[in-house]
Each structure stands twice: as C-alpha cells, then as structure tokens.
C-alpha cells in the first residue's frame, strides 16, 4: 500500500494527513495548534478514534515529533517503505515555480526569497519543510504551490495597471492561491458534467476562511480573484478582500495607521470579523438569523461580491457550463449559495431550492433546465497534494 504524508504548516499550526494513493483517502490525520504558545493543543486521528491531548510545543520540530509520538502511540505504523514522499502545501510559488517539484537545499533558498510576497505563508512552509525534513530524513520531500495552477493566466489578467518598472523590480503582480483546490474542483466538475476537460468552461468559488473565485477554460485557469497576496477578492473570513488602494493611503494620512495596523487592519480584523464581530460563519448566521442588522449587512455584502465575481467570470469566459461551489462555506451554507445566483436567471443559471438545501455532499443544486448547471464539489487539497506529490517521484 503506498502513502503520500501531507503536511500544511502555518505559522502556529500544523495539519498532516497519510493519504493513501489507492483510494485516495486518508489513513490518518490530525493537527497541532497554538504553536509556540503556552498551551498547544493536537490531535490524532485514526479511522473513527480521535486521540487528543494538551501539551507545550515550542516550535514545529517539537510539533513534528508530538506527530511521530502519535503515530507511534495509537498507529497506524509510519513504515518508509510504504511511505513514497511527504507532501508539502506551499502557499507562494512566484513566477518561478509552475508545478511540484522535490525539495532540495536550493528549492528551500528559493522559497525562502519569496517570503516577503507572502510573509504570513511563506515562513510558516518553510518551518514545516524544515521539521519535515528531520523528522523523515529518508524520504523525498515535495512541495506542492497554491500558485501554481495559475501560471496559465494571461498577462491581460495578471498584469496591474501601474508603473511597469515599479512593479517588474519588485515582483508586482497577480499571482492567485487555493490552485490545488481549483484544479481539483474544476477537474471533478468536468467528471461530473460527463464532458471533455479541454472543452469545459467552469466558475470554481472556493469559500473557506480563505476565499477565492477561479474561471477555469479547458483544465487552465484564466482568472482569480487573489492577488500578489490572498487579501484580495472576496469577503473572507478576516481579510478584507477587494477596496479601493486608495483607502491604505487615507487611513494612512488621516488615522495615522502604519503598515503594520494596516496589514493587520486588513489581514486580521476584517472580512466577516471586521463586519460582525466574528470571522466564523456559522456565528454570522445564527446572529443573522435573530435579526442582528450587522449581520444580516455583511451577508449581503458577501453575496453582492460574490455575485458581481460570478458575472465578471460569465464575460470573461464568454459563458460557462458549470459554477461549483467548494470548501467550508460553499459546501455548508446554502444560503450564501443561494443569495450568491440570485436574480442570474436571465444569465441562464436557476437554483432549486430543495436541491440546494440537502442532499449528498456531492450534488447539482441547479434546475434541470438551467443552462449554466450549478454543483457542490467538495474539495481534496490533500488529496491533490499527495497526488502532485506521488507523480514528481515518479509513483
Ligand atoms: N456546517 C457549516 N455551516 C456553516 N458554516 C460552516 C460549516 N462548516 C464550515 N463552515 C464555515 O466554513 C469556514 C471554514 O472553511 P474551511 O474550508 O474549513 O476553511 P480553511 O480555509 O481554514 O480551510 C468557516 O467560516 C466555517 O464557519
Ligand atoms: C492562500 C490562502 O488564502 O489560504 P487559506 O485559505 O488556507 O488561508
Ligand atoms: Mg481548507
């Protein structure tokens, strides 16, 4: 039986999943939280047997080998044989990397040098690949970027209005994230709608904390709503998503705020956080649910953002066969799937409501006579990840 372990490390946490490569699902998985903090709490999971436990991590080598303690405690056995790469999610790849590739000293380097256009993600990989690499000495290691998928979009799409030379010096540009999770939804959709990849055209909205729109065209994405960095777009859980540049400046001017606040500002007090008061939507629907007007607001502006992503993504497709909804909110919530189509009929795309109220997690949620026909995939980043992972070393 040959494995891929996935590792998505952040700068506090780590998340690790054994996928197994023949069926695709996970043989175990778990997460350490609060790294570095006072209190860290992990878990470890094995079929149905959650292991919990609170403990002190200092750093993610300790965390890594709380991770080895587990599996070694309640199974499954971490044999090498069986085991063919660790997988690791990356979050920046640059212009440089438009695939996986094996992790050696001079791929550390170059991850590394593109920290400062992902300063929140970027360290936080490398920490993971670093304790990684001590861990399972013997193992390939690979990284997997959420960039990647991106490198196909145009220059029409990539390219920021502003001074060239500015921008070329210092690496301006759209980039795009969640590209794993892209390519497997919109790969999945054209599984689904029983059509050739190469002649499908897809709307993916992946909403997670995280949230990003993709127009994909034949298998390649041709438009994302992320940017240089994953703040720009959608409404997300804490990020801001798209404002006008214009802002940074006024608050700068007017409130003092340093680049620090503003990132921070931006980053970590906004979205649905900054909107409601908490970044979880869940929270936000119960509230908007007693009637509270702060909430039932940020709803609405989610969705309008949403709405208006899916209409700029239906010209610049010049149509699409599929929109898929994917991750924590977009396969949970359908009343931000809802809101996010209303009133598109005469753009060919109809929901049914009982469809799009329950059902497999898997399902059209469209009318049979929409044009545009409207799905929840669920996404597999790890599965994805180990896949990429299996196919760099040649599994
Ligand atoms: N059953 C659910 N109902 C409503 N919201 C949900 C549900 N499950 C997850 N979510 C929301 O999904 C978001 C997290 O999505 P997820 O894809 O797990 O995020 P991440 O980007 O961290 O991977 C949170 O806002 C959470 O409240
Ligand atoms: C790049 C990014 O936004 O990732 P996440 O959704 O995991 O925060
Ligand atoms: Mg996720």
Redesign the pocket.
């Known amino acids: 039986m040959s494995s891929v372990f996935v590792v998505n490390a952040g700068s506090s946490s780590l998340k690790y999943q054994l996928v197994d490569l023949e069926t695709g699902s996970a043989i175990a998985s778990g997460l350490v939280e609060r790294i570095g903090e006072a209190r860290s709490s992990a878990r470890h999971v094995v079929g149905e047997a959650r292991h919990d436990a609170e403990l002190h991590v200092g750093d993610h080598e300790q965390a890594f080998r709380w991770v080895l303690s587990a599996f070694a405690e309640h199974g499954p056995v971490l044999d090498d044989a069986d085991i063919v790469a660790v997988g690791h999610r990356v979050v920046q790849g640059g212009a440089r990397f438009d695939g996986a590739v094996v992790i050696d000293d001079g791929v550390v380097a170059q991850i590394d040098d593109l920290s400062p256009l992902a300063p929140l993600h970027n360290p936080a990989n490398l920490l993971g690949i670093r304790a990684a690499r001590v861990a399972f000495p013997t193992l390939p290691h690979v990284a997997v970027f959420d960039t990647a998928f991106h490198r196909t979009l145009p220059r029409a799409a990539w390219r920021y209005a502003i001074d060239r030379s500015v921008a070329d010096e210092h690496r301006v540009r759209k980039y795009g994230f969640h590209g794993t999770s892209h390519q497997f939804v919109s790969r999945r959709t054209a599984e689904l709608l029983g059509r050739p990849l190469e002649d499908t055209r897809t709307i993916v909205l992946?909403?997670?904390?995280?949230?990003s729109a993709c127009a994909v065209d034949g298998g390649r994405s041709v438009e994302t709503s992320m940017g240089m960095t994953p703040l720009a777009g959608l409404v997300m859980?804490t990020r801001s998503g798209d404002l006008d540049a214009g802002v940074l400046v006024h608050l700068h001017r007017v409130a003092g705020l340093g680049v620090d606040e503003l990132d921070a500002l931006l980053n970590k007090r906004s979205g649905?956080l900054g909107l409601t008061g908490s970044?979880?939507?869940?929270?936000v629907?119960r509230a908007a649910e007693a009637g509270v007007d702060h909430a039932v607001e940020a709803l609405e502006v989610l969705a309008h953002r949403l709405r208006s992503t899916v209409g700029a993504y239906l010209a610049v497709l010049g149509g699409a066969h599929a929109i898929a909804f994917t991750?924590?909110?977009?396969?949970?919530?359908a009343q931000v799937r809802a809101a996010a189509l209303a009133g598109l009929e005469e753009l060919g795309i109809r929901i049914d409501a009982e469809r799009n109220a329950s059902g497999p997690r898997e399902r059209m949620i469209s009318t049979d006579d929409s044009r545009v026909q409207v799905w929840i995939v669920p996404?597999d980043e790890e599965l994805e990840i180990a896949t990429q992972s299996a196919s760099v070393v040649g599994v």
Do not use: S, Y
């Not at 992946?206 to 949230?211: M, P, R, T």
């Not at 970044?279 to 929270?283: A, E, K, L, S």
């Open positions: 992946h909403l997670g904390n995280g949230a859980g649905l970044g979880d939507m869940r929270d629907q991750a924590g909110v977009g396969e949970n919530v996404t």
